[in-house]
């Protein structure tokens, strides 16, 4: 691809770039896409800045979570943003290669929580339905189906959810932006 770009550059053809600087390390790179903000290596190591899960070994998250809301009761923005691009980077790159169906299955397992939850039945009931989230990505990532990393990320996710709240304004909203993020870097 160089090759063809310094043709293209003596040709007196400049074309547009898309090359930016890492977040993690400032070295150049080329997103795979627009909204990419680490290189490959950076994606792989994990996130590294204060406050953001950090890893405890390679590929794991550290104990416990950051917590969801801020002093204000307000979602972190960085639960909907770069820590969910992060997360979804590294899942990206992980192995086994996570697919769309799995994640998707996950994803779809916490909107029929939501879902109950909005037509009234009790959170009590409705969390015993999150809990299994644990042992099913456990069970998925024994038999290769889903990166260890994918199984702690949801055994992190559920820990979090106290109430309601915590699932609706938490866990929910941030898998979702993990799963959008997802679609750029999860090949089929």
């Given at each position: 691809?160089?090759d063809?770009?310094?043709?293209?550059?003596?040709a007196?053809?400049?074309?547009?770039?898309?090359?930016?600087?890492?977040?993690?390390?400032?070295k150049?790179?080329?997103?795979?896409?627009?909204?990419?903000?680490?290189?490959?290596?950076?994606?792989?190591?994990?996130?590294?800045?204060?406050?953001?899960?950090r890893?405890?070994?390679?590929g794991?998250?550290?104990e416990?979570?950051?917590?969801?809301?801020?002093?204000d009761?307000l979602?972190?923005p960085?639960?909907?943003?770069?820590?969910?691009?992060?997360?979804a980077?590294?899942?990206?790159?992980?192995?086994?290669?996570?697919?769309?169906?799995?994640?998707?299955?996950?994803?779809?397992?916490?909107?029929l929580?939501?879902?109950?939850?909005?037509r009234?039945?009790?959170?009590?009931e409705?969390?015993?339905?999150?809990?299994k989230?644990?042992?099913?990505?456990s069970?998925?990532?024994?038999?290769?189906?889903?990166?260890?990393y994918?199984?702690?990320?949801?055994?992190?996710?559920?820990?979090k959810?106290?109430?309601?709240?915590?699932?609706l304004?938490?866990?929910v909203?941030?898998?979702q932006?993990?799963?959008?993020?997802?679609?750029?870097?999860i090949?089929?």
């Amino acid at each position: 691809m160089g090759d063809m770009k310094g043709a293209l550059n003596k040709a007196g053809i400049k074309g547009q770039t898309t090359e930016r600087r890492c977040v993690g390390c400032g070295k150049p790179f080329e997103p795979r896409e627009p909204q990419h903000k680490r290189c490959g290596q950076c994606a792989q190591k994990g996130p590294s800045r204060e406050g953001t899960v950090r890893s405890a070994a390679p590929g794991f998250f550290a104990e416990g979570y950051p917590d969801y809301f801020d002093a204000d009761g307000l979602l972190k923005p960085e639960f909907v943003t770069e820590l969910a691009e992060e997360i979804a980077q590294r899942l990206g790159n992980e192995r086994p290669k996570m697919g769309m169906h799995q994640l998707r299955a996950f994803y779809g397992h916490v909107k029929l929580q939501e879902g109950a939850l909005a037509r009234g039945r009790p959170f009590k009931e409705v969390y015993l339905e999150i809990a299994k989230l644990k042992p099913f990505a456990s069970e998925r990532a024994n038999k290769d189906k889903v990166p260890k990393y994918f199984e702690q990320f949801i055994a992190r996710n559920v820990d979090k959810v106290k109430d309601a709240d915590t699932f609706l304004r938490g866990f929910v909203e941030h898998f979702q932006a993990v799963v959008a993020y997802c679609a750029g870097t999860i090949r089929r």
